[in-house]
């Protein structure tokens, strides 16, 4: 399982950088691409953006020019930096591997745009 954290209020235009802990899944974290995704209330969960394990990056169209993916390796650790949020940004946030698995979904992390 992944556990995420960072996340929180932020006014509209603000920043926020999200992790997400490798701890018992250290070998999918390694092995495989990686990938943020959220889910926003009423709404089905997307894929914001991946990293592959050579540091290769996608991004949905609405997470492109704001959101930026890494991945610190040594600690299995991947962040989400959040820049120019909107309120359409509001989600809970999840990592887990690209395609995802049932097995590593964790709690998530909830991300508010609002003033």
């Known amino acids: 399982q992944f556990v995420e954290s960072g996340g929180g209020l932020v006014q509209p235009g603000g920043s926020l950088r999200l992790s997400c802990a490798a701890s018992?899944?250290?070998?999918?974290?390694?092995?495989?691409?990686m990938g943020w995704y959220r889910q926003a209330p009423g709404k089905q969960r997307e894929l914001v953006a991946s990293?592959?394990?050579?540091?290769?990056?996608k991004y949905a169209e609405s997470a492109k020019g704001r959101f930026t993916i890494s991945r610190h390796d040594a600690n299995y650790t991947m962040y989400l930096q959040m820049n120019i949020s909107k309120p359409e940004d509001t989600a809970v946030y999840y990592c887990?591997?690209?395609?995802?698995?049932?097995?590593?979904w964790g709690q998530g992390t909830q991300v508010t745009v609002s003033s």
């Open positions: 887990n591997a690209d395609p995802p698995s049932s097995l590593y």
């Open positions: 990293i592959t394990s050579g540091g290769y990056t």
């Open positions: 018992g899944s250290i070998f999918v974290f390694s092995t495989y691409t």
